[in-house]
């Protein structure tokens, strides 16, 4: 069974320009979500979605951060304009009903805002 | 916000020796899970203890729950090389349903050959 595919694995930008990070679930998981963490963290959740519905985005910065998941199953988090402080690692995870919870965790992409 | 606190936030043993990790938070939870990280990967689950539990055991490792103390800890026995990395608590909170899960800071584990 494949995992959780994130793309890109590693992001290098100007502050200022835009960034899309792309993440295709567990096939069959239907909850998804999009953490940030920075360096010597934990996760911290910006949103969640059930389905195709963001149900929890209260943590979303939506002044610049924007998020989509069209048909229930690929995901896209978009930041624009990025800012210095955006610099760190964006995690995709996915779960089902089915798993109590237990999330399955992509390899993550690093950004980079110069 | 991070609700669950792990302690200490860096521990390093030698191979063989037994590595205790606790976690404590602040809320009500449905269920406690520990997360492992390598450097520069995603997270694996380890092992999910709930409420109503109050121990549990896989392979190597052993995870408690006190809920009137609002702590768990992760025992990882016989440790090797390959167990270094980060160990995150996550936490459950009741308010969040089942689906919500709040992260600590995690321990950063060394373990020396």
């Known amino acids: 069974e494949a995992g959780v595919v994130q793309s890109p694995r590693y992001k290098i930008i100007e502050k200022k320009q835009p960034v899309a990070f792309w993440c295709n679930p567990i096939s069959g998981h239907n909850t998804l979500y999009w953490y940030l963490q920075n360096l010597g963290q934990g996760p911290e959740l910006l949103i969640r979605?059930?389905?195709?519905?963001?149900?929890?985005d209260s943590q979303l910065p939506k002044d610049r951060f924007s998020a989509e998941r069209l048909k229930g199953v690929d995901s896209t988090l978009k930041i624009q304009p990025a800012e210095l402080g955006d610099s760190a690692v964006y995690l995709c995870?996915?779960?089902?009903?089915?798993?109590?919870?237990?999330?399955?965790f992509g390899p993550g992409t690093r950004l980079t805002v110069l | 916000s991070q609700q669950g606190e792990e302690d200490p936030q860096a521990l390093s043993i030698q191979e063989g020796e037994n590595a205790t990790m606790n976690c404590s938070y602040k809320?009500?939870?449905?269920?406690l899970q520990w997360y492992r990280q390598n450097s520069g990967r995603g997270l694996v689950h380890l092992i999910l203890i709930r409420s109503n539990e109050r121990e549990k055991h896989s392979g190597r490792l052993r995870v408690t729950l006190d809920t009137s103390k609002k702590s768990s800890s992760l025992l990882i026995t016989a440790s090797r090389a390959a167990d270094t990395a980060s160990y995150f608590c996550?936490?459950?909170?009741?308010?969040?349903?089942?689906?919500?899960?709040?992260f600590g800071a995690g321990t950063r584990l060394a373990v020396h050959p």
């Open positions: 979605y059930e389905n195709e519905e963001a149900v929890d």
């Open positions: 809320t009500s939870i449905n269920n």
């Open positions: 996550a936490t459950a909170p009741v308010s969040g349903g089942y689906n919500k899960l709040i």
């Open positions: 995870a996915s779960s089902s009903t089915d798993s109590y919870n237990e999330q399955f």
